[in-house]
T-cell receptor, first 116, second 110 residues
Framework: GAGVSQSPRYKVAKRGQDVALRCDPI?????LFWYQQALGQGPEFLTY????????KSGLPSDRFFAERPEGSVSTLKIQRTQQEDSAVYLC??????????????FGPGTRLTVL | GQNIDQPTEMTATEGAIVQINCTYQ??????LFWYQQHAGEAPTFLSY????GLEEKGRFSSFLSRSKGYSYLLLKELQMKDSASYLC???????????FGAGTRLAVHP
């Protein structure tokens, strides 16, 4: 595809439900990042994958958050037992590799999660 | 730790020039990014500065002073479509995760 895609674009969940958010990065991109963006704020880092390896998950806010990228391409962010404070836009970004700081990260349009 | 500050909101007139400032405090420095984000859309890359000075790219320019921990984004000949949030970000750690400021919401009016 031409860019990073995410699905669904919008998700409404009842408190306590589990949700799964999908990210399709740009083909061939080694690095994949998940960010959480609260309303009116900048994105905040959640987790990072290099191919299928999850090398940094320091930003995941609780053990209810889990991410995977089993084949080194598509990634899924799963949130268990959603809470109202999980309401945010979840952004996925990919870059060609992580070795150089100037590598641009390409962002997807995000999934807006609303927990009622 | 990392700390990035930028103004919350700015307004400007179509055709004018606006400067959006960003100050940062980082442990180590590996450059600074500016991204543009229209409401409900993905952030898109505008610029990356790692050396001091001004880099010009069409109507947009970005400036960096490493000694002052300061950057600005300069937008010339403003158009209505420039109404968006502008995010200042620095890469951090070994994997280039981005640390973002809260963003500056720019409103351009006729």
């Amino acid at each position: 595809g031409a860019g990073v895609s995410q699905s669904p674009r919008y998700k409404v969940a009842k408190r306590g439900q589990d949700v799964a958010l999908r990210c399709d990065p740009i083909s061939g991109h080694v690095s994949l990042f998940w960010y959480q963006q609260a309303l009116g704020q900048g994105p905040e880092f959640l987790t990072y994958f290099q191919n299928e390896a999850q090398l940094d998950k320091s930003g995941l806010p609780s053990d209810r958050f889990f991410a995977e990228r089993p084949e080194g391409s598509v990634s899924t962010l799963k949130i268990q037992r959603t809470q109202q404070e999980d309401s945010a836009v979840y952004l996925c970004a990919s870059s060609i590799n992580s070795g150089d700081y100037y590598n641009e990260q390409f962002f997807g349009p995000g999934t807006r999660l609303t927990v009622l | 730790g990392q700390n990035i500050d930028q103004p919350t909101e700015m307004t400007a007139t179509e055709g004018a020039i606006v400067q959006i400032n960003c100050t940062y405090q980082t442990s180590g420095f590996n450059g600074l990014f500016w991204y543009q984000q229209h409401a409900g859309e993905a952030p898109t890359f505008l610029s990356y500065n790692v050396l001091d000075g001004l880099e010009e790219k069409g109507r947009f320019s970005s400036f960096l002073s490493r000694s002052k921990g300061y950057s600005y984004l300069l937008l010339k000949e403003l158009q209505m479509k420039d109404s968006a949030s502008y995010l200042c970000a620095v890469p951090s750690g070994g994997y280039n995760k981005l640390i973002f400021g809260a963003g500056t919401r720019l409103a351009v009016h006729p």
